[in-house]
């Protein structure tokens, strides 16, 4: 590349093998850190925010406002960390990555729930249900990664 401002497409020729973008590759990393995300986002990421809500002494009735929140941002911060980890390894197809693991996350979170009526009737207050944490955690990577490149 003689231009690091051309698009990366008009001389993918003369890229090396081993540059190259991949779509197989891209595949398997939405894979492999969507799975890793979800693991740490349904079991680690409850798990430390409910030991410290018991540390702070906030566990009395019900679910504590500090749970949900602290759900919400270490939840957010680890599909954060997939999604940039995944975009960054993907070798140009930084959007589509970020994108479909923050889709997957979505998803798999709307299942969770139990659909429409889960968001609307569920346990959880609608802030907590409506936060876009798998959104905001695409568009933060993909700002990221093009924010490292350039």
Known sequence: MTDRFSPPTTEVKDMPRS?????????ALVVGFSLVALALAWFVAPLVAGVTTQLLGLGAEGVPALFLVLDIA???????????????LSRGHVVPVAVAIG???????????G????????????????FPSHAAAAVAAVLAVKRGES
């Open 19 to 27: 540059q190259r973008p991949s779509w197989l590759r891209s595949v």
């Open 103 to 113: 889709v997957i996350g979505a998803l798999v979170y709307f299942v969770q729930v």
């Open 74 to 88: 270490l939840s957010t911060l680890v599909f954060f960390g997939a999604c940039y980890c995944a975009a960054r």
């Open 115 to 130: 659909g429409v009526s889960g968001y609307l009737n569920g346990e959880f207050p609608l802030w907590y249900t409506f």
